[in-house]
């Protein structure tokens, strides 16, 4: 006899309506069910496997194929590095034409800059409308250097200048957003450079307001040293960028720099250099004053026709060949120049960026990238473990250096954390190493200023450099202090959940809250306290129930154990994200395809046209329609 088949005992209908009713009820919480759980930590480097054949494999024939791919991909890569950079300069470029006039009408308030925490905003906003640091310092510089700033007023705006330059790594990390756990490793790596900046600042800026500190450090430097001009700073990555970029576009910075220190005939002039080959030509004429005392020292001076006249030595430029850039010639305002450059920078920043790292991960493969990986991210053996980490800020800070810009630089090793070369702990004293890096840049710089200015600018830039090594010395020394790494990649886990968050972070953090302050310090002492106060407690309170929540939730109250009494859209991004998700929706199927959209209608009019002459001519044009033929047709229309 034939065995029984195997038969699963039938679920009762009412288990079976439960189970129904819970997948009608709650579809968002089976498909998180049903999703896999990730049993790799993210932040796990990548395992970067050889995929192809092994050199011992191969024929001469394929090695040699082998080594001239590896040239090849070594000469692009290395030509897309350069594009990157240039990318970097001319995206620069463009933000200082569409703000840089708004940025010199900023720094005319002094009134304003006075107030720290007004100067600090003020830093960050120039910052990132110029993207460049060197260029807010330089403004900077030149006020205190004309006495419209005091040093001591200028700390603060040195500041925030530290902050807004790292909004440049946080743009690039926003175009790895393709591959989820690329973009969070990049996303983190790069704003582990903005958490340190802002922690720098909570920490400095009211013990530099209360004690003066960095003031006063740099104040005694000057004093105890006596300085000598010196040479001008290394230029080394101008020689080789400037080829490319001044045939797109050049500046005339000095623009920002005369409306900053009140010069009223700067606003008509453009930022877009015309003239590139000047000379300069000094003559002696005579001037009238109002009276004897306003003669110029050591010069001649006589009364003549009721005027008292004196002798004045006067600067004229003359014009003797026109630059060589693409926009000479456009007749174009500020504006229209700044936004297509800014259109075409990205474009290829966000291009070269997808190139580089494709290249990179079709290079780093086999043994090359193992030893690569080691040579990055291990430490020295047990005694000096300690040592590697001021190594990698030692290399930082010469590679900025060498390249005159921690922007570049840092925006050079995101890629690098993100595809999984550099861990996140390894970028971290990289990017304190060019912190310190432009700051030496800027020493040099302010060494081979006049010997007028030499001491203001030069304690300026000692400023910067101290407040960045006071940085160090709070976030780093220590493992438990090292809490940007930490909030980095909280910040990475969300964006990474989130991808629309980095966007917000990015117009939150470097926009919207400087201004917001900016107003609130525009408005008096009383408003900002008024304002700033509550919120800075209410944030201290967040933060202090967040990590009782996770390490003592039993010392808290029971309906502070989880934010769960609170709405949803306060503790949780889920209903923000379906809101942003519906409105990208509706954009990309209603707005980005209107064109489309219309174009296919006009194809359906065209085809119901067709169709309607067709059966016109069917109905009416048809004289070989019979009696039989018609009586066909009724037999089917009834059958059906």
């Known amino acids: 006899m034939a065995p029984l088949p195997e038969t699963r005992p039938a679920s009762p209908p009412e288990l079976d309506a439960e189970l129904a009713r819970k997948d009608v009820k709650d579809p968002e919480s089976r498909s998180e069910e049903s999703e896999p759980e990730e049993e790799q930590d993210p932040w796990d480097l990548p395992e970067l496997r050889d995929t192809g054949l092994k050199w011992s494999d191969l024929d001469t024939k394929g090695k040699v194929l082998r080594v001239l791919k590896s040239i090849v991909k070594f000469i692009l890569l290395l030509g897309l590095l350069y594009v990157f950079v240039c990318s970097l300069d001319i995206l620069s470029s463009a933000f200082q034409l569409v703000g840089g006039k708004a940025a ?60 807004g330059t790292s909004v440049t790594n946080t743009i690039v990390a926003v175009m790895q957003a393709g591959d989820r756990n690329e973009f969070r490793r990049a996303f983190a790596g790069a704003t582990v450079h903005d958490f340190f900046n802002w922690l720098s600042v909570l920490v400095l800026l009211p013990l530099e307001v209360a004690s003066g ?7 005694l430097i000057i004093d105890s040293f006596n300085i000598q001009t010196g040479a001008d700073a290394p230029d080394l990555l101008k020689v080789i960028t400037e080829p490319l970029t001044k045939n797109i576009i050049e500046l005339d910075t000095s623009v920002i720099r005369d409306i900053a220190t009140g010069d009223p005939a700067a606003r008509n002039k453009s930022l877009v250099k015309i003239w590139c080959k000047t000379e300069k030509i000094t003559n002696l004429v005579n001037i009238t004053v109002p009276g004897f005392a306003n003669c110029t020292p050591g010069a001649l001076c006589w009364e003549e026709d009721g005027q008292i006249w004196t002798q004045e030595n006067q600067t004229e430029t003359n014009n003797l060949g026109k630059c060589t850039h693409m926009f000479v010639y456009a007749n174009l305002p500020d ?44 430490d020295f053996p047990f005694p000096f473990a300690w040592v590697t980490g001021y190594i990698a800020i030692l290399v930082g800070a010469g590679m900025t250096f060498i390249v005159q810009s921690s922007s570049v630089f840092t925006s050079a090793i995101t890629p690098l954390v993100g595809i999984g070369v550099i861990s996140l702990e390894r970028a971290y004293p990289l990017t304190l190493g060019s912190n310190i890096g432009t700051t030496t840049t800027a020493i040099l710089a302010a060494l081979a200023s006049p010997g007028e200015t030499l001491a203001n600018s030069l304690q300026i830039s000692l400023c910067h450099f101290f407040f960045n090594i006071s940085g160090i010395l709070l976030w780093y020394p220590i493992p438990f202090t090292r809490i940007p790494i930490r909030l980095a990649k909280a910040l990475g886990n969300r964006t990474a959940k989130y991808r629309w968050f980095a966007a917000l972070y990015l117009i939150l953090i470097f926009l919207l809250f400087p201004l917001l302050v900016l107003g609130l310090s525009i408005a008096g002492w009383q408003v900002l306290v008024g304002v700033g106060v509550p919120v800075v407690v209410l944030a201290i309170f967040v933060v202090v129930v967040n990590i009782m929540q996770k390490r003592c939730p039993r010392f808290l ?62 109905m009416y044009d048809n004289p070989a329609l019979t009696i039989e033929d018609e009586a066909k047709v009724k037999v089917t229309a009834t059958h059906l």
């Not at 500190?213 to 104040?219: I, S």
């Not at 509706?586 to 309607?612: I, L, V, W």
């Open 104 to 163: 010199g009408d900023i720094f005319q308030d002094n009134a304003v800059l006075s107030n720290p925490v007004a100067g600090l905003v003020i830093g960050v906003l120039v910052t990132v409308l110029v993207q460049s640091s060197s260029t807010s310092s330089s403004i900077v510089v030149s006020m205190v250097s004309s006495g419209l700033l005091e040093v001591k007023s200028a700390v603060p705006i040195i500041m925030g200048a530290n902050i």
């Open 557 to 618: 109250p029971s309906f502070l154990r989880s934010w769960d009494f609170l709405p949803k859209p306060l503790h949780s991004l889920k209903p923000w994200d379906k809101v942003v998700t519906a409105g990208m929706s509706f954009c990309r199927t209603r707005c980005c395809c209107c064109c489309k959209c219309c174009k296919e209608k006009e194809k359906d009019e065209e085809k119901d046209d067709m169709k309607t002459k067709d059966k016109t001519l069917e």
């Open 335 to 378: 504006l229209a120049v700044g936004l297509i450059l800014l259109a075409l920078s990205l474009l290829a920043l966000c291009t070269c960026l997808i190139l580089i790292v494709k290249l990179l991960n079709s290079m780093l493969k086999g043994q090359v990238a193992v030893v690569i990986k080691k040579v990055l991210n291990t």
């Open 213 to 219: 500190y960095l003031y006063r450090l740099t104040k």
